[in-house]
Structures are given as structure tokens and as C-alpha cells.
């Protein structure tokens, strides 16, 4: 049986001598804080105070978060493409759809680490579907051109899933092209989807490597065998939480 709440009080002197209690309470787990000395109620000249509450753009939709790659395969001429180089100054990405190991294309449907054959054009294709599940917005994985394998041996997989970018400005060949992605953007807009881009710049491919460490990955390194240092060289270990100091307004 669980004890009877205590709340629990620590009060605190502010920079400009407000005293602060905090409260926490065993029963619910919930922090409280109050200050005594405050002003009182609400006055015509807080008015200037006020300002209408922040809402995202996207608040109030009904997002269809979808996996381009596990959804639907509108065209099997593009299950194998990968991209063999960058765009040039012509725009046009460089891809091959000729290849049959999925160790270089990526594409095993049997393999739920590999590509799976869904695209862009399957997504168009059951729009109908989308809508009439009541979606007002599509949430896109990330569909930039991936790294088609990383890994090796049993380790191996593909990018299916969108996070080995090596081009954030072409759509990746499994998945389409940046004109197919333009249609499906034009006929969602037609029924009032709107359509989410996820755009990830945090994560690319295996590509870029240590000094020393080129075409490997080195071990990851722990704080117990490397820790922070300050600026004197002295080993320490950072607080997972800070406490507010800064000034309050009075």
C-alpha cells in the first residue's frame, strides 16, 4: 500500500529575494512551486503580457505516416535502380536498373532488411485509400538517395529505410524520381493532402571516416577509457541535470 502523501519543501532565495517553495509530492510524483510575496490577481495592464498561444502549422491534421518502401509497388521497372553517381549540372541522376545482387541493388522482397519494392507511384496510385482513411497530411520517410548495402557478411542490409543519404536533393531510383514525387505532391494537393518531406541532414551513409580509421569503423569509445577533460586536463563527469540560477523579473 502506498504511503500517504508527504510533500516534500525546499525554498530557495532568488537574485532579486523572492522566495520560492517547491514542492514534490510522493503520491503523484508532480512538482510544484509557489512564491508568496507575488503581486495579485490579473490587471488591465497585464493585457501587453498576453500573446495568443504557439500552434505548429501542422496541428489539427490527421497524418498518415507511411514507409514508402513497405507500402506499395506501383512500378517494378524501378525495384532494382540505384543511383552510380551524383547529378551533374544537367540535373539528371546517373542510374542503373540492370543489376540482380541484392548486395549491390539493395532489392531482396524476401528480406524484410532489404528493399521491398514500394514507391512512390504506389503511394499515387492508392491515394484514394489514403483519403478515405480521413488523412489530411502524408508523412513521408525519408526518400533521399540512399547507400544502396552497407554491411558485410550477415551484417549486410539496404537503405530501404531512408538514413544513408548520399544526396539530399534526388529521390532515390528504388523509390522514384524527383518528377514522380512532384506528381504525387500535385494530386495530393488536389484533395487536400498536404504532404511532409522528412528531411533527416543528421544522418548519412558510412562514408565519412576517422584519419586513420578510412573504410572502417572504429570501436566506439566509452567514458570509462576516455573521459571528458576540463581545460586543465582534469578527468570529470557531467551533471545529467542543471539547476536554474539565472535572474527572475520582479
Known amino acids: 500500500m502506498r504511503p500517504t502523501a508527504r510533500p516534500r519543501e525546499l525554498a530557495a532565495e532568488t537574485r532579486c529575494t ?7 509530492d510522493d503520491a503523484t510524483n508532480k512538482v510544484s512551486v509557489a512564491a508568496a510575496d507575488l503581486p495579485g490577481g490579473y490587471e488591465a495592464a497585464d493585457d501587453a503580457l498576453v500573446a495568443a498561444p504557439f500552434a505548429d502549422e501542422g496541428a ?12 506499395d509497388n506501383g512500378s517494378t521497372a524501378n525495384d532494382s535502380c540505384i543511383a552510380t553517381g ?9 542510374v542503373d536498373c540492370d543489376g540482380t545482387d541484392r548486395l549491390v541493388t539493395g532489392f531482396d522482397p524476401t528480406d524484410k ?15 484514394d485509400y489514403i483519403e478515405g482513411l480521413g488523412t489530411t497530411a502524408i508523412w513521408l520517410t525519408p526518400s533521399f538517395v540512399n ?16 538514413y544513408w543519404v548520399t544526396d539530399f536533393t534526388r529521390i532515390d531510383p528504388h523509390l522514384g524520381t524527383n518528377a514522380e514525387l512532384g506528381d504525387l505532391i500535385d494530386a495530393a494537393h488536389e484533395r487536400g493532402i498536404k504532404v511532409y518531406f522528412d528531411i533527416i541532414a543528421n544522418h548519412t551513409a558510412d562514408v565519412i571516416y ?8 572504429p570501436p566506439y569509445v ?6 571528458y577533460v576540463d581545460v586543465d586536463g582534469n578527468p570529470f563527469d557531467p551533471p545529467t541535470t542543471r539547476r536554474a540560477t539565472g535572474p527572475c523579473r520582479c
Open 60 to 71: 489539427g491534421n490527421n497524418f498518415y505516416f507511411v514507409m514508402t518502401d513497405r507500402f
Open 18 to 24: 523572492r522566495k520560492l517553495t517547491f514542492s514534490f
Open 222 to 227: 566509452t567514458k570509462a577509457t576516455s573521459p
Open 113 to 127: 532488411g532489404f528493399f521491398n519494392g514500394g514507391d512512390i507511384q504506389g503511394l499515387h496510385d492508392r491515394l
Open 86 to 94: 551524383h547529378a551533374g549540372a544537367d540535373g539528371v541522376l546517373p
Open 147 to 162: 547507400r544502396p548495402v552497407q554491411g558485410a557478411g550477415t551484417e549486410a542490409s539496404a537503405g530501404y529505410h531512408g
Open 210 to 217: 576517422y584519419a586513420g580509421h578510412e573504410g572502417t569503423n
